[in-house]
């Protein structure tokens, strides 16, 4: 049989444990958000950066990489 105090001693020890489960658990959480939010914005900022190349197409190429191959 246990008495009270062992069954008090128990809880304790595994509050303890619960404690520390939910600050690991927190903390990975708040590591996962943050690179969620880290893909997120560069995944933004490459949209942004894809969205506005069509205009810069759309003009005339100039330098070597505009001659066809085999021109000299």
Known sequence: MTTDTEHHH???AWSRIGR???LAFGV???VALAL???F???SGVMEMSLALRPRSAA???HGW???PRGAT
């Open 40 to 42: 997120w914005i560069a």
């Open 20 to 22: 520390r489960w939910a």
């Open 65 to 67: 990489y505009a001659r």
């Open 10 to 12: 128990q809880a304790v």
């Open 59 to 61: 003009q005339p190429a």
């Open 36 to 38: 969620l939010g880290i």
């Open 28 to 30: 990975i959480t708040i």
